[in-house]
């Protein structure tokens, strides 16, 4: 996945400013920003602070840890009934 640019806090940054009633598209452009990445990010981080990333951060990564837990469970869980099934 590509890297952005642009820091959660720089992100958040701009977010509040257009928020705050600056021009949306001088602000973009002032900034380098498309209007398609503004509205994603609008749609991921708005409302939040700097706080609540770290939270998001943490969940996310949290998250990722979940899933591989469940895909070795998995793994082992087939793994196992196929011995069973041999057995029997």
């Known amino acids: 996945m590509r890297k ?6 720089q992100i958040i940054e701009i977010l509040k400013e257009i928020e705050a009633g600056a021009p949306v598209v001088e602000t973009l452009r002032e900034k380098g920003v498309s209007p398609d990445t503004y509205y994603k990010w609008k749609r991921k981080y708005s409302g939040m602070e700097q706080n609540d990333i770290k939270k998001l951060r943490d969940l996310e990564r949290e998250n990722a840890k979940l ?10 869980n087939e793994a196992l009934k196929d011995v069973i099934e041999k057995k029997l």
Request: proline residues 0%.
């Open 4 to 9: 952005s640019k642009f820091t959660e806090k």
């Open 67 to 76: 899933k591989k837990m469940y895909a070795d469970m998995a793994l082992m």
